[in-house]
């Protein structure tokens, strides 16, 4: 029996916790070869992931670098990860999701002719900028892959409907909430949780560079605003690496003796933080999914989410940027019982938990050969 080799490729945290599993996956299979490459689009963060998971790159690109644009993850990535698919020489080339990370990796892939799988496939919000660049790569990943690993019903729908062929998509559920299986733990204590135990706690998370400006100044003044009027609440911010976050939080958040913003937190810490926490505000995309496996509400702080089945099956709600607006939601949230009932037990649409098994199972059954 021939082996396969498969080469799994990643650069940001986001990436790395719902790849990892992944990797663990294939790792045990028979007749099958796995190499991981990251790029390093995020160093630190990246790092403490695999750290948790116990994943040890062969490959590490290293690109990051002090202000980094678009331009130069994309053009550091086109010319170092051609070198590691000329070595490798894989059967397929699996990316995640919709980074420059993944972007750059399957338009590597295209121009050698070698196949992509594409994790996370299908999630669209049809606007290029909304959210930027994530909308527009995942578009074009999908045109690359060969295999479409789609999350949801609706995302396999959306893919057929822009006329990819039905039979190289497959729905598997979402391999971010298999991550969860392994993080979070009943035993789970932290100094921050211990500040916050007596109050009802609200985790937030913020970054899309579409948000940063007056939308963020907007979203934190409206958490101020509840965390003023409401004695019972806490508020703990890991906050982004990113420095015009990082000033617009200071700037907000200042005096406020009801919130922490601490440095960013490693994939166990979070995932235990997010376990224990009374409610989610957010802009970011993973956290759609993995809060309401643990039944938390989401309020999220975009117009788009490229996540509609959280909103149609009531774990999500979108509030947009405005201040009124996300005050609004959080006060019905702690002040309505049944409303928050009604989110934090809804049914979860992204999967079981066992989606990097069923993503495994499909690879050796179409790759594999005796």
């Not at 892939?109 to 930027?132: D, K, M, W």
């Not at 109050?199 to 003044?221: C, K, Q, W, Y």
Request: glycine letters at 4%.
């Amino acid at each position: 029996m021939t082996t396969t080799t498969i080469l799994i490729v990643f650069g940001t945290r986001p990436e790395a916790i719902k790849m990892c599993p992944l990797v663990k996956e294939l790792q045990q299979r028979e007749n099958i070869r796995v190499s991981v490459c990251t790029t390093g689009q995020h160093r630190f963060m990246l790092d403490q992931v695999l750290q948790v998971f116990d994943v040890r790159p062969d490959y590490d690109l290293s690109i990051m670098t002090e202000k980094q644009t678009l331009f130069d993850i994309t053009t550091a990535i086109l010319s170092t990860f051609r070198e590691v698919l000329e070595q490798v020489k894989p059967d397929i080339v699996l990316v995640h999701g919709d980074t420059t990370t993944t972007f750059a990796s399957a338009v590597s892939c295209f121009y050698l002719q070698i196949p992509v799988g594409h994790v996370e496939a299908g999630l669209r919000t049809y606007n290029l900028y909304s959210p930027f660049p994530e909308e527009f790569n995942r578009e074009v990943v999908d045109i690359v892959a060969k295999y479409k690993f789609a999350p949801t019903e609706l995302s396999r729908q959306n893919l057929v409907n822009e006329g990819k062929d039905p039979a190289t998509i497959y729905v598997t559920g979402n391999t971010g909430i298999d991550a969860l299986r392994t993080t979070v733990r009943c035993d789970y204590s932290h100094p921050l949780l211990d500040w916050a135990k007596d109050s009802r706690m609200i985790l937030i998370t913020a970054h899309r560079r579409e948000n940063v400006g007056d939308p963020m100044r907007h979203m934190f003044s409206a958490i101020r605003q509840v965390l003023t009027e409401r004695p019972d609440t806490k508020a703990i911010f890991p906050i982004h690496m990113n420095p015009a976050v990082r000033s617009i939080a200071n700037e907000i958040f200042d005096g406020c003796d009801q919130i922490r913003i601490t440095e960013p937190l490693d994939v166990l810490d979070f995932h235990n933080f997010l376990a224990q926490c009374y409610l989610v505000l957010t802009d970011s995309g993973g956290i759609q999914e993995e809060a309401p496996s643990l039944g938390k509400p989401v309020l999220v702080m975009r117009d788009t989410t490229e996540r509609p089945e959280g909103v149609d099956a009531g774990t999500l709600l979108l509030v947009g940027t405005n201040q009124e607006s996300i005050f609004s939601a959080v006060t019905k949230l702690l002040d309505d019982d049944e409303a928050y009932a009604l989110m934090s037990h809804a049914s979860n649409p992204y999967g079981d938990g066992y989606a990097s098994k069923k993503i495994a199972d499909i690879i050796c059954k179409e790759l594999t050969t005796t």
